[in-house]
């Protein structure tokens, strides 16, 4: 129960450059513009609440309003444009890799800019709103993606869009693929030049914090162990494992997954004072790349954090769906990814029954498979797993390797922390038992996809010897064990685990580390130079070592022995 749902970063000697709540952001920016002739620009990531225009408007009292969205081509016009990014896929379309101007209207975009350099005070407020013109005065308006999916749920639509009651998954591969991409890069191009950044995850409460200060926040974190916000969220074949171990609402039927070390998805909370900002975890990757991931990671994956940790819980709930991750040519070719999700099961809990599904059985005939699948994906019939695919008993600490073509899941009673590689919504989903997802429709089935990246000749055998806890024993003494667990050598991460009752050292090899402390009430973690404060984690928790730190230490806090897990890119 000390798993801390809510980790904070410090930032000293920046208190009183960070405000809570609209009265006080309305005191800290009443003065805001006094000269007669002044432009301010408030641009926004989408999703950002109408609220937030409201409230400057209140303060600043403009003579004169832009709306960016107006520069945008019409929704008819954007549909059009992206279709062949968003396909008819109900889950997954291909990565755009344009920018955000590539949907302005040219022409009305040179009128919005003449009206802009008029005389008054001129407000310019939206999703990309300094195209029009960064202003006397630029306030960046950020949210972070899990809370525009909840947005979305709640019946927020798209960008520019009247798709309110549109299918959830619709919206998200939309943000996904096109709008959350084309706004980062925005975002970094301005990123020096915004003079404020507000946070608008919290409805009803925006915080503001000064762009020197944020920015100071993020080079900071690069210098020190930190923790993502974790979030969690039910589904179908959710368990129990996280309400009791994490601190969760007890009145929630289930918890099937929480991500809390994705930072592509997470947030950062940041303390200046008693002021608590909210950011995507994203902006620290696209603001410093290098810092946090090394100059060896920027280089072969750019600003993009390759590795990530998270939860998947099935204690007293159900098995998870039956499925397949893209080759790498294949999640290239089709989607625009530029690497795939190649991922591992570390058991951190499980029951006596608990187990993983991996790999073939040898001799099935693959065209019966493929037939049985389809017909039950038609209702004809109930898929017969076992009857196809190995079962494996699984027990707490085992670690199964899952490279992309490896058809895999969870059964049920197993409390999984999965490390895998980032992208995470190319999951070719091959049988889900016969059940719908929690919003009554049958959830997304890609036996089409599937069988094409199944790859046929991972076997019983192959898979025993290759998959199911490989592991090497790398140094074994009176002070730690380290073993190397896995990944596979068709997967580019390299994962050890350190048992121990003693300090043990640790290097960041000019990379980062990704932790869990996947044994023992808590640990420490130190700077054997005394440049960063020492960092307690608790059990279950994941923690990231940027590239900068170089070197730590990591030592039970109390008087027990530890198992701690490490993923890094492998060399």
Known sequence: MNYDKFPEINISGYENEAYTGKSEIKKYLENLGQKENYCLTVDCYPGVDDEIFDLIKEIYKPDFVIKSEDVFYEKDELNKMMKPFLTENRVRGVMYYGKMDDFIDDIKLGQYQSLASQKGRVLIYGVGASYIDKGNTLIYCDLARWEIQLRYRKGMPNFKQDNDDEDVLKKIKRGFFIEWRIADKHKMDIFENIDYFLDSNQKGNPKIATGNALRRALKKTTQRPFRLVPYFDPGVWGGQWMKKNCGLDEKQNNYAWSFDGVPEENSLYFRFGDTRIEIPAMDLVLYQPVELLGMKNYCRFGAEFPIRFDFLDTIDGENLSLQVHPLTEY????????????????????????????????????????????????????????????????????????????IHCSSKNCMVLEISATPYIFTFKLWDWDRLGLDGLPRPIHIEDGEKNIQWNRTTSWVKDNLVNHVEVIHDEDDYLEEKTGLHELEFIETRRFTSNQITYHQTDHGFNMLNLVEGQAALIESPKNEFEPYTVHYAETFIVPANVKEYTIRPLNDETIKVIKAYVRN
Do not use: W
Not at 374 to 381: N, T
């Open 331 to 406: 999640i290239k070719s089709h989607f625009g990814m530029t690497y795939t999700q190649d991922e591992s099961y570390y058991i951190l809990d499980c029951k006596d029954d608990g187990g993983v599904y991996l790999g073939l059985k040898e001799g099935i005939d693959k065209n019966q498979m493929l037939t049985d699948l389809k017909r039950a994906q038609e209702g004809h019939i109930s898929f017969n797993a076992e009857k196809y695919i190995n079962k494996f008993h699984a027990k707490k600490h085992d670690h199964f390797l899952i490279p992309a073509g490896t």
